[in-house]
């Protein structure tokens, strides 16, 4: 049965005991998010409507980063998200990151009862689109999307999906300078992404973790 844990900055994250694996770091889920996705992706592109991927909703902590950051900077943000495997309901309730984000507790779960494979206005700045499918069999349009969440379980907990193959499809999911981030800076996954077509630069990572990846499409 899936555990929920208290992280290092007081925020939950989920642990998996079938894949022996966390959906955030212990050593600060928010902190993580924010450094990965907000700052390395979302705060370095200069647009003020911004279209984003992300690949694994999971807890929803992404998206209502994303959300807070897209109402204080007054952006217009299209989200759309891919998810085989959502969570239930009563780990969404258990969740404090409406507390530790600092966004209003019924947007949070608005987010995560709103209708699935459908466009929901969650406020005006951000359109939440979730789309109940599996990575493999997901097929994007082409050169779509401005910034690509990855955050999919650990490369070797979900060793099919950090592939050449599957960045290569979100590559062409991408626009011209667009950006793909992930907390993972493995060697292979370094090597898949350049493989694809990526530029791959190493940042300097959030507590716990050395570095974590920025790849941009040329």
């Given at each position: 049965m899936n555990q929920l844990i208290i992280t290092s900055d007081n925020s939950h994250t989920i642990y998996v005991p079938e894949l022996n694996e966390h959906y955030h770091s212990v050593h600060g889920a928010v902190q993580e998010s924010d450094i990965v996705f907000i700052i390395n992706g979302l705060s370095a592109l200069e647009k003020t409507e911004i279209s984003i991927l992300e690949i694994g909703?999971?807890?929803?902590?992404?998206a209502i980063l994303t959300l807070k950051y897209a109402t204080q900077k007054k952006l217009k943000i299209n989200y759309t998200a891919?998810?085989?495997?959502?969570?239930?309901?009563?780990?969404?309730?258990?969740?404090?990151y409406p507390e530790t984000v600092g966004?209003?507790?019924?947007?949070?779960?608005?987010?995560?009862?709103?209708k699935w494979n459908s466009p929901i206005e969650i406020n005006p700045n951000f359109i939440l689109r979730k789309l109940h499918t599996d990575?493999?069999?997901?097929?994007?349009?082409?050169?779509v999307y401005d910034l690509i969440y990855f955050d999919a379980f650990a490369p070797e907990k979900?060793?099919?999906?950090?592939?050449?193959t599957v960045f290569k499809t979100l590559y062409a999911a991408l626009m011209p300078n667009g950006i793909l981030c992930t907390y993972s800076a493995k060697g292979?996954?370094?090597?898949?992404?350049r493989s694809?077509?990526?530029?791959?630069?190493?940042?300097?990572?959030?507590?716990g973790k050395r570095h974590v990846l920025r790849a941009k499409k040329l």
């Open positions: 909703f999971g807890t929803g902590l992404n891919v998810e085989k495997y959502p969570i239930t309901a009563d780990f969404v309730m258990l969740l404090n966004i209003e507790k019924q947007q949070f779960k608005t987010i995560h009862d709103c990575l493999l069999e997901f097929r994007p349009e082409n050169s979900q060793p099919n999906l950090w592939t050449s292979t996954v370094k090597q898949a992404l694809a077509g990526f530029d791959v630069t190493r940042l300097a990572g959030p507590p």
